[in-house]
């Protein structure tokens, strides 16, 4: 489920240019670092990736949100707020002065309709990589330009516009959910990862590997021809071989939270250390209070879990209490930065 494995068209570092210009007067009234990022990264100021253990508050943030609302302040104008709704995608600036939000993704700008809601999220953009599309899944059935009915069991993809702020096109489905067995209700895709090549461990014998989280009850078959059960607290490993409209590949039990004391269902966003392979590592946002281990808090706050310890810690970063948001956060990506 990566875009390297898809033939997708990059955001060129000769485009840099021309976005940068736009960003540059964009950010014209914040204090920010200057970068030497890819297009659409290059004036927000980054100097690449770092794979920090846990989210800390000097990180970039892509996230939804469960309601509309808005927060503030607009990177754009200062003394404006940024108004979104459950469609859309926010991108927290910490490094400007004062922190600020940049509308990252908007729905209708990008052809979906007014009342869609992101269920899970993964920003394929960074500063050293020249891809610049995002992944989407739903919480319901939702027509998408260029592809249809996609059931919330699915994955689309989508393409930035260069030289806009926030529109996306070329829009794909990329992730078929019920040819791998994702079909029912309790099995919507609330947690999305995608790794990048070099990422999975050799030893899975992945092409691609995402990792997903349902909304509850799952069966999906496993390596062998047979079958992987479990709930919303899990976290599924993917390993594909074809994706589109006919996705192949196998699951396999990535994180059972059941067993690790997680409460029930209570995984709704997923994000991993752009950099670490898939050992057992992940960040993640809860459906409501987490006190498991080391980790005691709530919604919108940022949890990790490692499998060198066993245990659950956090929260590592609170987007109410640092980021000034009012709305529940329900879907995220983390880029690290130095």
Request: hydrophobic content about 35%; charged content about 15%; proline content about 5%.
């Amino acid at each position: 489920m990566n875009t390297h494995r898809f033939n997708r068209t990059a955001v060129g570092a000769g485009l840099a240019l021309t976005f940068a210009l736009v960003l540059t007067l964009l950010f014209a009234n914040a204090s920010l670092a200057s970068g030497n990022g890819q297009a659409r990264w290059a004036a927000i100021g980054h100097d690449g990736i770092t794979p920090n253990d846990v989210a800390r508050a000097d990180d970039n943030y892509v996230v939804s949100f469960s309601k509309p609302g808005s927060v503030g302040p607009n990177c754009e104008d200062f003394n404006t707020d940024v108004h979104y709704g459950t469609g859309d995608a926010l991108f927290y600036v910490p490094q400007s002065v004062p922190p600020c939000w940049v509308s990252w993704f908007n729905a209708t700008n990008s052809g979906l309709r007014a009342n869609v809601d992101i269920n899970a999220l993964h920003d394929e953009c960074g500063p050293t990589d020249n891809f610049c599309d995002i992944y989407l899944s739903f919480k319901s059935r939702t027509r998408v330009p260029g592809v249809g009915m996609v059931e919330p069991q699915d994955v689309v993809i989508a393409e930035w516009v260069v030289g806009t702020l926030d529109t996306y096109t070329n829009w794909q489905l990329v992730f078929d959910g019920s040819d791998v067995g994702l079909t029912g209700n309790s099995e919507k895709i609330d947690g999305l990862y995608v790794f990048d090549p070099g990422e999975e461990p050799a030893e899975l014998g992945c092409a691609t590997l995402g990792l997903v989280s349902t909304a509850g009850n799952y069966r999906v078959p496993d390596q062998w021809g047979g079958v992987i059960w479990g709930g919303g607290e899990d976290v599924l490993g993917f390993c594909g071989s074809s994706f589109g409209p006919d996705t192949a590949g196998y699951w396999f039990l990535y994180h059972d939270g059941s067993a690790e004391g997680m409460p029930r269902n209570a995984l709704i966003g997923l994000t991993h250390e752009d950099g670490r392979k898939a050992y057992s590592r992940f960040e993640f946002l809860t459906k409501g209070p987490f006190h498991v281990d080391t980790a005691n808090g709530g919604s919108s706050e940022v949890f990790n879990f490692f499998g060198q310890t066993g245990m659950y810690g956090g929260p590592t970063f609170n987007f109410a209490t640092q980021a000034g948001t009012t709305g529940k956060v329900d879907s995220f990506t983390v880029h690290h930065t130095e």
